[in-house]
Structure formats: structure tokens, C-alpha cells
């Protein structure tokens, strides 16, 4: 039975919550957009593990693992399972300092077998990137939430070229170049921007590690309107299709 705690302390940390998922259709018809769920690549059991063990994550990062309040908790869904194991750990281990998370990453909360298990299932999760088409009868509730479950980041500013030439040759190598990520380095593209940034700046300032082993890494060498114009790439490289 997994340890959860206690139903109060969850609430009081809840974040934007999204509608009850539904299983993603082989191919999708011309419907509203489909609600995030899971790659058939695991099994039931594991399935619902993970999906009970995120029953906890969602008060902050949303049920889909979609993040909340416009990026003050990050998306977590459709991240690279490698990544999200390699961070709850950091948390558990106080490697990265974050303290909303020690409740959650505590050994008697959560294990290394429920960390794999929550890490597989949200990153099979597949959150619509698709605008939704709505019938005449929908009324204007309807069409907001339908809206607010499309995981598109709206386009930061900056200047896209520059960011492309900086991120390719700085960047691609763990990141990959379509911003997917590779291995334990995480996907960047379909991140809320605010987000990105404030980790940037916690890089900068040597407050959460990056992968550098020296205290000066490649963040520290770029100016503030270089990182911009990364971010602004990152948001003209999503590939809804993918």
C-alpha cells in the first residue's frame, strides 16, 4: 500500500487542477482535444501504481502532470523518465534544495521502486497539443477548459536566430537539437518559460547545480539577453506533432 500523506497537507499545497483523463485513441478523430493519457507500453499494474503514486504529485503539478499556475510548478508529463528518477532522488538526498518537495521525496514516503514507477507513468503520459474544436452548443466554460488542457507555450520574445545559433552550439549536445532531451538531461521544449528561466537563474547563481563539476558553467558565460533568446527559440521549435 503506498504511503500518502496526510489528505490536509495536500490540499493546502494545491496547485491548478485539469479534467479526468480518458485513454488516448489509436488515431484520434476530429473531437475536442483528447484528454493526456498514458503509453500502452506498461502494463496495467504498473499502470495504476503510477497513476495512484501521481495521485499526490497532481495537487501541484496537475493531474496530467500538465504543472500549474502558469509554470509556478513545472510540467512534469511526457519528461524524460531517466530525468524525473534522477531528480526525486536529488530531492530525497538534499542534493537539490527544494523544500515543497522533502515532504513527498521522504524514504518512508517514497521509495526507489515508487519513484520508478510514478517516473514511467508520467513520462508515457501525451498531453494534447492540438486546439480543440468545439460545437455550436458549447458553452463558454466548455470552451475554456478544453483550451486549458492544449499544452502549447506561448511564444516568449526574443530573438529566435540568435537563440538557435547559441543553443545549437551550446546546448544540443545533452539536450538534444530538437530540445528533447537525452539520458538524464531533461526535455526543455513544452516547458512553461518562467520556469525555464528561474532555473536558469538559479544556475547562475550557483544555487541549484548544473552539470558542470566547476562553479562557472555554461549559463554563467552568457549574458541575460542570450538566455532570453534561448527561450524564445525553444518556443519556435514546438512541434505539435511530434
Keep these: 500500500m503506498i504511503r500518502l500523506l496526510p489528505l490536509l497537507f495536500v490540499l493546502l499545497l494545491a496547485g491548478a487542477q485539469a479534467a479526468p483523463p480518458k485513454k488516448a485513441p489509436a488515431k484520434a478523430a ?14 496495467a499494474a504498473e499502470e495504476d501504481k503510477g497513476k ?76 494534447p497539443t492540438k486546439w480543440p474544436e468545439f460545437k ?4 463558454a466554460l466548455t470552451r475554456l477548459e478544453a483550451v486549458e488542457k492544449v499544452m502549447i507555450i506561448p511564444r516568449a520574445e526574443g ?21 528533447r532531451g537525452r539520458g538524464k538531461f531533461p526535455m526543455l521544449i513544452g516547458q512553461y518559460t518562467n520556469y525555464l528561466k528561474k532555473q536558469a537563474d538559479s544556475y547562475v547563481k550557483g544555487e541549484r547545480p548544473h552539470d ?17 533568446d534561448i527561450l524564445a527559440y525553444l518556443t519556435a521549435i514546438q512541434d505539435p506533432e511530434k
Excluded: W
Design 159 to 179: 530573438n529566435i536566430e540568435n537563440g538557435k545559433t547559441i543553443y545549437q552550439k551550446e546546448c544540443h549536445s545533452c539536450h538534444g537539437r530538437d530540445g
Design 52 to 127: 495512484e503514486i501521481n495521485g499526490v504529485c497532481a495537487a501541484c503539478h496537475g493531474e496530467h502532470g500538465q504543472g500549474g499556475k502558469r509554470g509556478e510548478y513545472p510540467r512534469i508529463a511526457g519528461q524524460r523518465a531517466a530525468y524525473l528518477k534522477d531528480q526525486l532522488k536529488s530531492f530525497r538526498a538534499r542534493k537539490r534544495i527544494n523544500i515543497p518537495m522533502y515532504p513527498y521525496t521522504q524514504e518512508r514516503e517514497l521509495p526507489d521502486e515508487d519513484i520508478e514507477a510514478v517516473s514511467e507513468y508520467l513520462a508515457a503520459i501525451q498531453l
Design 212 to 228: 558542470e563539476e566547476g562553479p562557472v558553467g555554461i549559463l554563467n558565460k552568457l549574458s541575460e539577453k542570450d538566455i532570453q
Design 136 to 139: 455550436d452548443t458549447d458553452d
Design 30 to 43: 476530429a473531437k475536442p482535444a483528447a484528454e493526456a493519457a498514458p503509453a500502452a507500453h506498461a502494463s
